[in-house]
Nanobody, 119 residues
Framework: QVQVVESGGGLVQAGGSLGLSCAAS????????MGWNRQAPGKQRELVAT???????DYTDSVKGRFTISRDNTKNTVYLQMNSLKPEDTAVYYC?????????????WGQGTQVTVSS
């Protein structure tokens, strides 16, 4: 069983910055791609950013140039630095970690952390 625990988030004014972090339990060699998704009220969950174990990153268009995803493989921890925040970034942010074993791979999710950007 893999546990994924997020921290960070909160309330910030538009134009401000926030940082999120997420730690996944389990063998450091078994956690592959990690990422952040978000879900705003009344909307579907959307992918925000992902990062592979090798450091390859991908971002949804709306956050490119503003958000930065990074990770520490020794700690199975992923970070999301969010700059130039906009009210439309308000959402619950969920971390996910892909865990792979001899039986295959599956994603584990955190409980979510609220990010609120005021105008």
């Amino acid at each position: 069983q893999v546990q994924v625990v997020e921290s960070g988030g909160g309330l910030v004014q538009a134009g401000g910055s926030l940082g999120l972090s997420c730690a996944a339990s389990g063998s450091i060699f078994s956690i592959k791609t990690m990422g952040w998704n978000r879900q705003a009220p009344g909307k579907q969950r959307e992918l925000v950013a992902t990062i592979t174990r090798g450091g390859n990153t991908d971002y949804t268009d709306s956050v490119k140039g503003r958000f930065t995803i990074s990770r520490d493989n020794t700690k199975n921890t992923v970070y999301l630095q969010m700059n130039s925040l906009k009210p439309e970034d308000t959402a619950v942010y969920y971390c996910n970690a892909e865990y792979c074993s001899d039986y295959g791979c599956r994603s584990y999710w955190g409980q979510g952390t609220q990010v609120t950007v005021s105008s």
